[in-house]
């Protein structure tokens, strides 16, 4: 099945810096790649997400790349603020039933003002 | 928020004990999910649902079962709850194929 791993796992950037979290899967017929941000105590976000026929989408301060050959894609924040601060989670959805997705570990951004 | 609601959202109980968390949407979407999520795991699928009565296990299966009997509810059991079942639950519910969306989260503590 489908494996996901995601890098760094913790990041401290300084405010107005970009942050860059990466991740890599293991299906290559995965199709569906989606990015969500939790706060503490909060519940997971959708933020953005790229599907397999797209190599970039942007919306605003973020961005994410995805390189199919390799395997990996990638979250941007540019211009990083304090709110951007949270744990952000990567996933693939694999082939199969159930549109299930696999998720990264997750990563704790911190942005330091 | 996609209409999820998660009930309780706090529970705490002994082991042994059996336990069963609510999941509700008000949005008639065919797919459900249920999560756990530990440090250091991310978010790891216990079990889903594609439609009522249709359930299929997920990675982290064992010691839990679920139950749709309708398409806006769907039931996680702990037969015999353990400490290593204290966790943060959530629920999510799939829009069409593709986006997942959760629910606020259940915070379990076994003692």
């Known amino acids: 099945g489908e494996n996901v791993e995601q890098h760094p796992s913790t990041l401290s950037v300084q405010e107005g810096d970009s942050a860059v979290i990466k991740c890599t899967y293991s299906d290559s017929a995965s199709n569906y790649f989606p990015w969500y941000k939790q706060e503490l105590g909060k519940r997971p976000q959708l933020i953005i997400d790229?599907?397999?026929?797209?190599g970039e989408k942007k919306d605003q301060r973020i961005a994410v790349t995805l390189n199919k050959t390799a395997k990996h894609f990638s979250l941007h924040i540019t211009e990083t603020q304090p709110e951007d601060s949270a744990v952000y989670f990567c996933a693939a959805k694999g082939v199969g039933d159930g549109n299930k997705l696999v998720f990264g570990a997750g990563t704790i951004l911190r942005v330091k003002s | 928020d996609a209409g999820i609601t998660q009930s309780p959202r706090h529970k705490v109980t002994e082991t042994g004990t059996p336990v069963t968390l609510r999941c509700h949407q008000t949005?008639?979407?065919?797919?459900m999910y249920w999560y756990r999520q530990d440090p250091g795991h991310g978010l790891r699928l216990i079990h889903y649902s594609y439609g009522v009565k249709d359930t299929d296990k997920g990675e982290v299966s064992d010691g839990y079962s679920v139950s749709r009997s309708k398409t806006e509810d769907f039931l996680l059991t702990l037969e015999s709850a353990t400490s290593s079942q204290t966790s943060v639950y959530f629920c999510a519910i799939s829009v069409g194929t593709r986006e997942q969306y959760f629910g606020p989260g259940t915070r379990l503590t076994v003692t």
């Open positions: 790229i599907r397999s026929n797209v």
């Open positions: 949005e008639n979407h065919r797919y």
